[in-house]
T-cell receptor, first 106, second 115 residues
């Protein structure tokens, strides 16, 4: 079993839909990271959180340390949100989920 | 300010040759990380540096891989006697400090193709 599991692997949505991507992990962590990888390959850090909830624009990330689970939500999804979303945990030797490929259709 | 830069952006090499990949972190960032992403696969941790401390090499896949960093600046990842399975995008990231509680800023990557 991988140390970081993401679901779903692939997700197709219509513009405007509410999106949820899930991440479960089995290792102890100091923080969990959500990353976005654009079709061209560039990676951007979206959130880093160790408890509770963070919001940035239409993006919301939550984490439950006791349950070792995090969710990334996208409200009012838009085609420009199409990307691979990656969950990562750990300290310096980060462990990455396989990613969720999101496609938002207009 | 300038982000993390990597060079070259693309590298094609013949099997058995050595390659050097370069990473310039964000100024002031003491931690630097190397990752590998094979085609269609997830990111893999390779090595990280924190200041002048000994690097954590636990992710390096074989002794053909090595990395150096000069102080808190440039890092080079060297792959000796390249193999076809080394083909991947090699990503560098830097953060203010090491530890999972600091945001990492990623470079654009070097796409390595071993023929």
């Amino acid at each position: 079993k991988n140390e970081v599991e993401q679901s779903p692997q692939n997700l197709t949505a219509q513009e405007g839909e509410f999106i949820t991507i899930n991440c479960s992990y089995s290792v102890g962590i100091s923080a969990l990271h959500w990353l976005q990888q654009h079709p061209g390959g560039g990676i951007v850090s979206l959130f880093m959180l160790s408890s509770g909830k963070k919001k940035h624009g239409r993006l919301i990330a939550t984490i439950n340390i006791q349950e070792k689970h995090s969710s990334l939500h996208i409200t009012a999804s838009h085609p420009r949100d199409s990307a691979v979303y990656i969950c990562a945990v750990g300290n310096n030797d980060m462990r990455f989920g396989a990613g969720t490929r999101l496609t938002v259709k207009p | 300010g300038a982000g993390v830069s990597q060079s070259p952006s693309n590298k094609v090499t013949e099997k058995g040759k050595d390659v050097e990949l370069r990473c310039d972190p964000i100024s002031g960032h003491t931690a630097l990380y190397w990752y590998r992403q094979r085609l269609g696969q997830g990111l893999e941790f390779l090595i990280y540096f924190q200041g002048n401390s000994a690097p954590d090499k636990s992710g390096l896949p074989s002794d053909r891989f090595s990395a150096e960093r000069t102080g808190e600046s440039v890092s080079t990842l060297t792959i000796q006697r390249t193999q076809q399975e080394d083909s991947a995008v090699y990503l560098c990231a830097s953060s203010y400090r090491s530890g999972g509680s600091y945001e990492q800023y990623f470079g654009p990557g070097t796409r390595l193709t071993v023929t």
